[in-house]
């Protein structure tokens, strides 16, 4: 993320800042909140190809050492690098099956399927389970409101009013329905889906395969799990990889603890050796923020 898009970011949160206080879960929802947009912006970045073209003797994205001609290594070849996991899919982390209405359903039986399934919007489909758009509660309560309030006064409450009413007139899904709707492929990375869905502002999309029929439907939540470790897989890496390896004199003197990705070190070291152990598990993917106890010996 560059200077000027975090500066937007920073002036759009103030300027959105709440007027009454926060729930009791709010605190937890923003930070949350703040590590997804940090991981999008990794996964965003680290798509950037650095590769070379290949030269004589050498294959493309091979670099030669610097200040020395290429030539052939002595001794025995040096084993390759262990290839990169895969990119998380949305196939890996979708909903199936999906929860779906046809297009010809009524009012009031959308209105069941959305309060028995506990959904704020579900995909609407047709005989042949094509997706043809999305139909929400805010569809069914414009409808509702339409039906229950007088017409609005003046020209723009006027052009406002049949806009909404020439949609909320519908008596099935397929009436009221939003359309075309926002959908993903099963093949999708879990960093294009997150973004398309925090672009959208969508918390449910639908899965369609190459014939836009309805595989499945990807949550939010669930493109954030998968792109933010939990606390528990993150003091993992910290206590193997960090001080299991890295800081091997500190096992059993150092000990973390982490809450929303923010690490809580306690301990007690040796006071040189305190700033690159902060500095290395600082460096572990999906940590917010490094906390310092540890007492200097």
Known sequence: MTDRESFSAGREARRAAPSTP???????RQRML????GALAVHSSSGTDTRRPAGPGRTEGELPERGHAEQAPAGPPAAAPAPPPPPVRVRDVMDVPAVSVRDELPFL??????AREDLGAV?????EDQVLGVVSVSD????AAVEAEEPPAGPVGRLRDRRVRAKSGGESAGTLMTSPAVTVRPGTTVADAAWLAARSRLKRMPVTDHAGRLVGVVRRAALLQALVRDDDRIREEIETRVIGD??????????????????????RM??????ELLRAIGDVDDVA???DHLISV
């Open 22 to 28: 926060w729930r009791p879960d709010e605190e937890h």
């Open 140 to 143: 069914l309560l414009a409808k």
């Open 289 to 291: 923020e490094v906390v």
């Open 34 to 37: 703040q590590r997804y947009i």
């Open 270 to 275: 040796s006071a040189d050796g305190i700033p």
């Open 246 to 267: 890295e800081f091997r004199q500190v096992r059993d003197s150092v000990e973390v603890d982490v809450h929303d990705g923010v690490v809580d070190v306690r301990g």
């Open 123 to 127: 995909p609407v489909v047709d005989a």
């Open 109 to 114: 039986d959308v209105t069941h399927v959305l």
